[in-house]
């Protein structure tokens, strides 16, 4: 496998990140997940503007361009023989004997890229449906940041996986915020989607604006505000939106089965409309 190093294409076991990257010591960095189907990028000027974003909200200069990150997206994925998986980028604020404040003006970022095969369309989970639990949100203030210091999605995944399901959503005073690396929805019985709008206390999925965008299509009305638990026990529907799983349907809950235990309708129509747009 190649990855990409600091401006080097380079085999995986031969690229070395220092023991003082602030990266490793802080997790001081952000990092972007773009999907490829078809060997093409999915959504990628979307992902590429949040990466801009989330690395201006740190103080952390973008050492790209957008054409600049494409190309080297286009060349690692045509390297790697990629064509279905995902594209992770990572940029750290740079080497440094370890002190907290940001080092001097000039010092290099650390730019890692790597991509990942994996079957997202043919995913089974999409067509049994994935079950989730619910979790609390540890999580700090400032999630709309997308920060490799996941230490708490990380916990809330490992719980996911110790009950034996796919995804833990995390709640917030009583309100689910977000799946552990998706973005939640729920489908009322009148077909109104729900989905936590967006601030500063969940990532603002890119998947999730295209979904929304979709909507309409699906006969769907939208209503962006926070939903509970209890709410969600209730759905028609469920589901969770990620550049990994794209739609993602849920049919149960904390041991709760959603409406019939198998895929929604319409969340099987807004992953089919999605696919569509993807490719
Ligand atoms: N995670 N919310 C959180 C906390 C996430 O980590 C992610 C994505 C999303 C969905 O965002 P998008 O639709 O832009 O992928 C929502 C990526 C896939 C990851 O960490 O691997």
Do not use: C
Not at 33 to 41: E, N, T
Not at 92 to 98: C, L
Not at 229 to 237: G, H, K, M, P, S
């Amino acid at each position: 496998r190649t990855v990409y190093l600091n401006g080097e294409f380079v085999p995986l076991d031969q690229a070395r990140v220092p023991v003082m990257d602030r990266g490793f010591l802080f997790a001081d960095g952000i990092y972007e997940v773009s999907a490829v189907l078809d060997g093409k990028l999915v959504d990628n000027a979307a992902h590429l503007a949040r990466l801009d974003r989330s690395l201006g909200e740190i103080g952390i200069a973008n050492p790209h361009d957008a054409a600049a990150w494409e190309r080297l997206q286009a060349d690692l994925v045509a390297r790697n023989g990629l064509v279905e998986g995902l594209v992770y980028m990572q940029v750290t604020r740079g080497v440094m004997e370890r002190d907290f404040g940001f080092p001097p003006a000039g010092t290099p970022t650390t730019v890692v890229m790597f991509t990942q095969a994996k079957k997202i369309v043919a995913n089974p989970l999409a067509e049994s449906g994935a079950r989730v639990i619910t979790v609390e949100d540890l999580r700090w203030k400032r999630r709309d940041i997308k920060s490799v210091a996941l230490l708490a999605q990380v916990l809330a995944k490992q719980q996911a996986v110790e009950a034996g399901v796919a995804e833990a959503w995390m709640v917030e005073d009583g309100a689910v915020t977000e799946g552990s690396s998706s973005t939640a929805f729920i489908v009322t019985r009148d077909r109104t989607l729900i989905t936590r709008p967006l601030s500063t206390a969940l990532l603002p999925g890119i998947t999730r604006a295209s979904v929304l965008r979709l909507a309409g299509e699906a006969d769907l009305r939208v209503e962006e505000r926070l939903f509970t638990v209890a709410e969600a026990l209730e759905a028609q529907e469920a589901f969770y939106t990620s550049a990994s799983s794209f739609v993602m349907p849920v049919v149960e809950i904390d041991g709760t089965r959603l409406g019939d235990g198998v895929p929604g309708p319409l969340s099987r129509r807004l992953r089919a409309l999605y696919l569509e747009v993807a490719r």
